[in-house]
């Protein structure tokens, strides 16, 4: 089993411009998770889908950030415009039944 | 809303001691409480997990405890090993079903060797 993929691990961008960032759930889970880890806020849910359907997204920042699950193995992350305090690392999470969370490696974005 | 709180922040040990986290949460309709151990760079990874209908739970060296009633749970890590150091989150789930999973702001542990 390979686990949640996520690309790209490492991701530097200048204020202003789109990003994209991808996840691969484990084949068969039903629920996924987008976080955001930064020092100053923890571990922050973003948005989490069940079986591709967006369920809860209140903890998404602003009209800014966008997230979509077009099938069951691929989700995206969008942050468009990107700003300086976006910056963190984004892990996407899958589960199934939504519980226990397996988490991907991360991506870790920079925004200058 | 939830809040689970988390103590201490930080947390020295020498090997072979034991360490204890302790987390409390405020929604006592939770009924999920994970364990998550993050290595410096890495992503957070499941250690031990415990429902509402258990009091104890243990895995080897390490072991979770509920108290409903308080509404608190704590992670014990005995005969502690410096492949231990880590930061430790504990979740719980604010309302059973809806998998908003709230972090605690995690406890850096460091064992001395």
């Known amino acids: 089993d390979a686990g949640v993929i996520q690309s790209p691990r490492h991701e530097v961008t200048e204020m202003g411009q789109e990003v994209t960032l991808r996840c691969k759930p484990i084949?068969?889970?039903?629920?996924l998770f987008w976080y955001r880890q930064t020092m100053m806020r923890g571990l922050e849910l973003l948005i989490y889908?069940?079986?591709?359907?967006?369920?809860?997204d209140s903890g998404m920042p602003e009209d800014r950030f966008s997230a979509k699950m077009p099938n069951a193995s691929f989700s995206t992350l969008k942050i468009q415009p990107s700003e300086p305090r976006d910056s963190a690392v984004y892990f996407c999470?899958?589960?199934?039944?939504?519980?226990?969370?397996?988490f991907g490696p991360g991506t870790r974005l920079t925004v200058t | 809303g939830e809040n689970v709180e988390q103590h201490p922040s930080t947390l020295s040990v020498q090997e072979g001691d034991s360490a204890v986290i302790k987390c409390t949460y405020s929604d006592s309709a939770s009924n999920y409480f994970p364990w998550y151990k993050q290595e410096l760079g890495k992503r957070p990874q499941l250690i031990i997990d415990i429902r509402s209908n258990v009091g104890e739970k243990k895995d080897q060296r390490i072991a979770v405890t509920l108290n409903k009633t308080a509404k608190h749970f704590s992670l014990h890590i005995t005969e502690t090993q410096p492949e231990d150091s880590a930061v430790y989150f504990c979740a719980g789930d604010p309302t059973s079903g809806t998998y908003k999973y709230i972090f605690g702001t995690g406890t850096r542990l460091k064992v001395l060797a």
């Open positions: 999470a899958s589960s199934v039944g939504g519980a226990p969370l397996y």
């Open positions: 084949s068969g889970h039903d629920y």
């Open positions: 889908f069940n079986n591709n359907v967006p369920i809860d």
